[in-house]
């Protein structure tokens, strides 16, 4: 049974809710400020996971070519509709919801290089203490965004679940051909999209998170290619 999985998963929703239930508690201002923490905590955890990296150079062109391909498909642009769509035949109010911010958390919770490393960890060797720790933080990330957007952010733990699921699914093949450079390297550049999503809730920089989350699925590739090259 996939404790860790589950219990991030459940960790999302708790804190979605319990954050819906306080939010009329706070101001505006504490509302900004806790999302603008939240941000440049999440640029640290990117920077973090970046100086794990075995070799930059595949990190980079798979960021350059997953961007691409996610720009051609406009992948943002989908995911952003779909998630409207399904929110408005929920009985939720969607008046104080920022989609941008929203499909921003729903990427932090889906798609962070650390909970799908934590997820192919655990499929892997059963060991549920990197979710687990995951758990901890995106329980108060869930709560701190609920403040604001109310309970659309409980949901974002039902994508978060199948992608999880997925990821669970696929690990014991996928593991047994990775090598601790290539793991790193993925940690990596999840740590990059780690660091635009933080920029991005931070209203620094608004980079196109979903269109550049295909730089996962390439990275791995271009890191083994790299390391029979040089």
């Known amino acids: 049974m996939p404790i860790g999985l589950l219990s991030n998963c459940g960790a999302v929703f708790?804190?979605?809710l319990i954050g819906t239930a306080c939010g009329k508690y706070l101001t505006e201002r504490m509302k900004e400020v806790l999302t603008v923490v939240f941000g440049l905590s999440a640029v640290a955890n990117g920077v973090v996971s970046i100086i794990k990296v075995g070799a930059m150079p595949p990190v980079i062109m798979a960021m350059i070519v997953g961007t691409f391909f996610g720009e051609l498909l406009q992948l943002e642009r989908r995911v952003r509709g779909g998630l409207f769509g399904a929110l408005e035949r929920l009985p939720i109010s969607t008046e104080r919801i920022d989609m941008d911010e929203y499909v921003t958390i729903v990427a932090i919770f889906c798609a962070s290089g650390f909970g799908?490393?934590?997820v192919l960890m655990e499929g892997m060797s059963?060991?549920?203490s990197l979710l687990l720790s995951k758990s901890?933080?995106?329980?108060?990330?869930?709560?701190?965004?609920?403040g604001a957007m109310g309970a659309a952010v409980s949901l974002a733990a039902i994508p978060q679940l199948i992608v999880f699921l997925i990821v669970f699914g696929l690990a014991k093949l996928?593991?047994?051909?990775?090598?601790?450079?290539?793991?790193n390297d993925f940690m990596a550049c999840g740590g990059i999209l780690t660091v635009a999503a933080g920029l991005r809730v931070s209203k620094i920089k608004d980079s196109p998170l979903i269109n550049m989350l295909p730089a996962l699925i390439f990275v791995m590739p271009?890191?083994?290619?790299?390391?029979?090259?040089?």
Request: charged share 10%; hydrophobic share 55%.
């Open 116 to 118: 799908i490393y934590g």
């Open 222 to 230: 271009f890191s083994s290619l790299w390391g029979m090259i040089f």
């Open 14 to 16: 708790a804190g979605g």
């Open 126 to 128: 059963g060991d549920p």
């Open 136 to 146: 901890v933080m995106d329980l108060f990330t869930a709560l701190i965004f609920a």
């Open 174 to 183: 996928v593991v047994p051909l990775t090598t601790p450079e290539l793991l």
